[in-house]
């Protein structure tokens, strides 16, 4: 029966921070020309439960965290821009939110690019796999950097907020999304779920809400690099280098196909949104497009 309530809430996504470079660097079968690669985030305001954010994109605490060796090698291999209208204060104040208003944070993974902005939410709570908490703190610093993991960038309170999403309640997902498996009930309202994707980095995982104009999005993080256009909705596998960087890659081609079936059998009504597509952005209604 939990399964069918599915409270809506309010979804904005923001660019906060991109990378350019070679498609054919990060997607599979993908053009030498440059592309764009948004570091996107999720801001969703939940009736009771207030401003919530899917991951945080880049801050300038990225900056920090690689000012050294071997760290540095990190901001050489994914060069990063972070223009003053796209960091994460001022734009959730344009959305008029301030920093310690966000009351939860999701953590789809530990990689850099998605929790660079973690130590600027002095109030949230941080859902996180467990797993990827773990996996982090056990690797070795060259071990860590290679798996594009910065201890630097968790809070220095990160137990005392961390929330590990495995310990959540599990339920059956909604119909259309069943093939990957149960999710995690994060407010135990079913308003927001965690969904599994493993494969990419130890303890990913993605988020499923229904929007306000009822759609159901789920926010996929990086289980896939680009969602081919409206028709054919096709999610991109990643090219050999973004192989390298995976915890598990059969989990995660594993993880791919099931994200397809589910295109596959569904319409419009349901959007699969992966962390780093400006495609996918720009495809959204403009009302959801929260950076200029
Ligand atoms: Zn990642």
Redesign the pocket.
């Known amino acids: 029966m939990r399964a069918q309530t599915f409270p809506r809430t309010s979804l904005t996504m923001l660019r906060v921070g991109h990378c350019v470079h070679p498609e054919c660097l990060a997607l599979r079968g993908g053009a030498w020309r440059s592309g764009t690669f948004p570091a996107l985030v999720g801001l969703i305001r939940h009736p009771d439960a207030g401003a919530i954010l899917f991951d945080t994109g880049y801050s300038e605490h990225f900056e920090h965290a690689t000012a050294r060796f071997p760290e540095r090698l990190y901001r050489w291999t994914t060069p990063v821009t972070l223009p003053a209208n796209e960091c994460l204060q001022p734009q959730l104040a344009r959305h008029g939110i301030a920093l310690h208003e966000v009351h939860h944070v999701f953590a789809s993974?530990l990689?850099a690019?998605?929790i660079a902005g973690l130590r600027d939410l002095p109030r949230a709570t941080i859902w996180h796999g467990a797993s990827a908490l773990r996996a982090a703190r056990a690797a070795g610093r060259i071990a860590r950097l290679r798996k594009?993991t910065l201890l630097d960038l968790l809070p220095d309170d990160f137990d005392a907020r961390g929330s590990a999403i495995e310990s959540l309640p599990a339920s059956a997902l909604p119909h259309a999304w069943r093939a990957l498996g149960d999710g995690f009930d994060l407010l135990g309202d079913g308003s927001l779920r965690a969904v599994p994707l493993p494969g990419?980095?130890r303890g990913h995982f993605g988020l499923l809400l229904r929007h306000e104009d009822d759609r159901e999005y789920l926010l996929a993080?990086?289980a896939t690099w680009r969602i081919g256009h409206a028709a054919s909705r096709t999610a991109r596998a990643s090219a050999w280098p973004t192989r390298l960087l995976a915890d598990d890659w059969a989990a995660q081609r594993d993880t791919l196909s099931k994200l397809q079936r589910v295109l596959d059998a569904t319409d419009d009504s349901r959007c699969v949104l992966p962390s780093h597509c400006a495609d996918s952005y720009a495809r959204l209604p403009v009302a959801m497009r929260g950076t200029p």
């Open positions: 993974h990689h690019d998605h594009a990419h980095a993080g990086d």
